[in-house]
T-cell receptor, first 114, second 112 residues
């Protein structure tokens, strides 16, 4: 079975630009979550998608938005990039309502905003 | 709100030493508890988990016991190896929203 795959692995953007990050969930997993991990810190929950709808959101502004597609893959979009958005963005998937048994994480996308 | 507190690192040990990384949590209800590991340049891997009080999670020689009375989930290993060098994260999840709450991480350095 395939794990969680994220693309691209690295990205450099200029302040004010927009970025789209992509995630393919593990086979059979229809719940996808996104996390932001700043250097030297633990991940922070951005939002979660289940059945193509957002069903949980952390303390992030509306310029962070997402989508989930019928094949359970997902996108994270960030508008009006700020320098503080530089971080590792992690996607995680799980079976529905099985998050309490653990999520499977991708290797992440390293975003640098200059 | 819910929170997780881990001992600060880095923790530096010699190979074959005994490892303990402390983790305590604050949460309502009965969360599930996890240890994740992050090797340099990689994403997060689930190391072990416990879903109810007194459960012991174990994997690759690592163990942690869900202690509700002390709200703790300390990670232990009897004999560490250089390959165990990584950052270890303690986390909890609430069944109500399935959002993971993370500790800040503890960097572990094992010297040969």
């Amino acid at each position: 079975e395939t794990g969680v795959t994220q693309s691209p692995t690295h990205l450099i953007k200029t302040r004010g630009q927009q970025v789209t990050l992509r995630c393919s969930s593990q086979s059979g997993h229809n719940t996808v979550s996104w996390y932001q991990q700043a250097l030297g810190q633990g991940p922070q929950f951005i939002f979660q998608y289940y059945r193509e709808e957002e069903n949980g959101r952390g303390n992030f502004p509306p310029r962070f938005s997402g989508l989930q597609f019928p094949n359970y893959s997902s996108e994270l979009n960030v508008n009006a990039l700020e320098l503080d958005d530089s971080a590792l963005y992690l996607c995680a998937s799980s079976l529905p309502r099985q998050g309490n048994y653990g999520y499977t994480f991708g290797s992440g996308t390293r975003l640098t905003v200059v | 709100g819910d929170s997780v507190t881990q001992m600060e690192g880095p923790v530096t040990l010699s190979e074959e030493a005994f490892l303990t990384i402390n983790c305590t949590y604050t949460a309502t209800g009965y969360p599930s508890l996890f240890w994740y590991v992050q090797y340099p340049g990689e994403g997060l891997q689930l190391l072990l988990k416990a879903t109810k009080a007194d459960d012991k999670g174990s994997n690759k020689g690592f163990e942690a016991t869900y202690r509700k009375e002390t709200t703790s989930f300390h990670l232990e290993k009897g004999s560490v190896q250089v390959s165990d060098s990584a950052v270890y994260f303690c986390a909890l999840i609430q069944r109500s929203n399935y959002q993971l709450i993370w500790g800040a991480g503890t960097k572990l350095i094992i010297k040969p």
